[in-house]
């Protein structure tokens, strides 16, 4: 049973800067099956990145997605007010798991 | 547009059944498979479990938090996908979520917008 473990848990940045938020895997995942989403509270959650790097119709270029094996980053380059929320990595196919999440909150 | 709207939550005492819909709309629903997942209430998200589509055997895969008191069925004719819980525990109160996938070893890139299931005597 693969275990995500996202962090940091919190991430307190402001407007403009940049966030990198990390997932790690507790053994090896095929980077076809690697997935961030975005969550806002009371919605549902937003695919942001599939394939650990490709990014999801819809999704602003300020979103990127790198990694390999047992390490993945989410990379936000420049903080917009709509991306303060909380973030997933997920491993899909048979038995999907998520991390526990990343929450990027307003410094 | 791609819809999903999930309905029958509500509060159910310890032990009984409940049954959630899902109602899709905007594409052909029998082409696709469709996964259920859940969050309780201020904690992370959960994969509950998934039908494939007929295509491909219109099979199911559960968690084993689930497996053997959730069913997932789904009505083609009618573009519903459904989650029969039974047993339900205390731990099962959580928003619960249908999402498309276009097959199983695929992220979900549409969801519903949940429905409360609490679970409470």
């Known amino acids: 049973e693969i275990v995500l473990t996202q962090s940091p848990g919190t991430l307190s940045l402001s407007p403009g800067e940049r966030a990198t938020l990390s997932c790690r895997a507790s053994?090896?995942?095929?980077?076809?099956?690697l997935a961030w989403y975005q969550q806002k509270p009371g919605q549902a959650p937003r695919l942001l990145i599939y394939?650990?790097?490709s990014r999801a119709t819809g999704i602003p270029d300020r979103f990127s997605g790198s990694g390999s094996g047992t390490d993945f980053t989410l990379t936000i380059s420049r903080l917009e007010p709509e991306d303060f929320a909380v973030y997933y990595c997920?491993?899909?196919?048979?038995?999907?798991?998520f991390g526990q999440g990343t929450k990027v909150e307003i410094k | 547009e791609v819809q999903l709207v999930e309905s029958g939550g509500g509060l159910v005492k310890p032990g009984r059944s409940l049954r959630l819909s899902c109602t899709a709309s905007?594409?052909?629903?029998?082409?696709?498979?469709m996964s259920w997942f859940r969050q309780a209430p201020g904690k992370g998200l959960e994969w509950v479990g998934f039908?494939?589509?007929?295509?491909?055997?219109?099979?199911?895969e559960y968690a084993a938090s689930v497996k053997g008191r959730f069913t997932i069925s789904r009505d083609d004719s009618k573009s519903i996908a459904y989650l029969q819980m039974n047993s339900l525990k205390t731990e099962d109160t959580a928003v619960y979520y249908c999402?498309?996938?276009?097959?199983?070893?695929?992220?979900?890139?549409?969801w519903g917008q949940g429905t409360l299931v609490t679970v409470s005597s």
């Open positions: 053994q090896s995942v095929s980077s076809s099956y």
């Open positions: 999402t498309r996938l276009v097959v199983v070893t695929a992220p979900a890139a549409y």
């Open positions: 039908i494939r589509s007929k295509a491909y055997g219109g099979t199911t």
């Open positions: 997920q491993q899909y196919g048979s038995s999907p798991r």
């Open positions: 394939g650990a790097s």
């Open positions: 905007g594409f052909t629903f029998g082409d696709y498979a």
